[in-house]
């Protein structure tokens, strides 16, 4: 089945810096984008970014700019975010981006917490 | 980009219809017909419920519906049921391959 597989949570200090991997299975996967959302403790959703796994350069937030970092390979996107700060701590999201005209986001990770710490 | 407006809280009994307002701009929600809602209940993944305005994916009740008049999209819950108390978030493509989430609204079903 249509599944995004993240990896586990992670506890770093302010001014560090994570990445989280995002793995996809039973699809196509340069057939999608992948976005990044993330949601802090009892808040909104937030878009961070978007690859396109078969080329062309990530896109990114305007509150992100300079701070996170898209890749991919293979089947798996990466997302980093460097020099972290406590506003930071969130649960991240990887979500299967439609490459049609709708653009829906239909699938999405299981969420990966990231706790920002001294 | 600021997040879309959305209304903090709406309630409804059992059977009535509710909507939930999603306001943007002549930037986002007023230039392009790719809004799309989000479902989250309490401590899971948000579920896509209504996506280019007003279509359903395979799977979702036809209770749900979309629309969009200007600058502001809309969802609709008819036939409001107990289940549906959730936290429902818009999402408008923005250009430039960027996305704006609304601010999120809470559903009380009485």
């Known amino acids: 089945q249509v599944q995004l597989v993240q990896s586990g949570a992670e506890v770093k200090k302010p001014g560090a810096s994570v990445t989280v991997s995002c793995k996809a299975s039973?699809?196509?996967?340069?057939?999608?984008?992948t976005h990044w959302v993330r949601q802090a403790p009892g808040q909104g959703l937030e878009w961070m970014g978007i690859?396109?796994?078969?080329?062309?350069g990530p896109s990114y937030a305007q509150n992100f700019w300079g701070r996170v970092t898209l890749t991919s390979h293979m089947s798996t996107v990466y997302m980093e975010l460097s020099t972290l700060r406590s506003e930071d701590t969130a649960v991240y999201y990887c979500?299967?981006?439609?490459?049609?005209?709708?653009?829906?986001?239909?699938?999405w990770g299981q969420g990966t917490t990231v706790t920002v710490s001294s | 980009q600021s997040a879309l407006t959305q209304p903090a809280s709406v309630s409804g009994s059992p059977g009535q219809s509710i909507t939930i307002s999603c306001t943007g701009t002549?930037?986002?929600?007023?230039?392009?017909?790719?809004v799309s809602w989000y479902q989250q209940h309490p401590g899971k993944v948000p579920k896509l419920m209504i996506y280019?305005?007003?279509e359903r994916p395979s799977g979702v009740s036809n209770r749900f519906s979309g629309s969009k008049s200007g600058n502001t999209a809309s969802l609709t819950i008819s036939g409001l049921q107990a289940e549906d108390e959730a936290d429902y978030y818009c999402?408008?493509?923005?250009?430039?391959?960027?996305?704006?989430f609304g601010t999120g609204t809470k559903v009380n079903v009485l």
């Open positions: 039973g699809y196509t996967f340069t057939n999608y984008y």
């Open positions: 979500v299967r981006g439609s490459k049609l005209s709708d653009l829906r986001m239909d699938v």
């Open positions: 280019e305005g007003s």
């Open positions: 690859i396109n796994p078969s080329g062309g």
């Open positions: 002549s930037s986002d929600v007023g230039s392009y017909n790719l």
């Open positions: 999402c408008s493509y923005a250009g430039s391959s960027t996305y704006v």
